[in-house]
Nanobody, 120 residues
Framework: QVQLVESGGGLVQAGGSLRLSCAAS????????MGWYRQAPGKQRDLVAHITSGGSTNYADSVKGRFTISRDNAKNTVYLQMNSLKPEDTAVYYC??????????????WGQGTQVTVSS
């Protein structure tokens, strides 16, 4: 019943920027962590960045200094600002949330993904 919906993907040239958004909806009691993962062709899904409800952040080494994750707790929405994009950033980007649907139960949920393609 919980749903995560991503938006903002697209095609850009190297050096350009994109901003991804992910909104969570449904029977949500509270959200602990929201984050972004990505999966390139022929590779596994890897963590890009995550942010806690208190604002603590963590980034993959490959995106530090270029990507910024932020969160609007009132809207149950997480954002990923991507600057100085490189062809190696090309992947499907997936939103993830660890949240409670009630006080005694917490689970991970995934969005359907949004394609980001960076050309050179």
């Amino acid at each position: 019943q919980v749903q995560l919906v991503e938006s903002g993907g697209g095609l850009v040239q190297a050096g350009g920027s994109l901003r991804l958004s992910c909104a969570a909806s449904g029977r949500i009691f509270s959200i602990n962590v929201m984050g972004w993962y990505r999966q390139a062709p022929g590779k596994q899904r890897d963590l890009v960045a995550h942010i806690t409800s208190g604002g603590s952040t963590n980034y993959a080494d490959s995106v530090k200094g270029r990507f910024t994750i932020s969160r609007d707790n009132a809207k149950n929405t997480v954002y990923l600002q991507m600057n100085s994009l490189k062809p190696e950033d090309t992947a499907v980007y997936y939103c993830n949330a660890n949240l409670r649907t009630r006080l005694s139960r917490a689970d991970d949920y995934w969005g359907q993904g949004t394609q980001v393609t960076v050309s050179s």
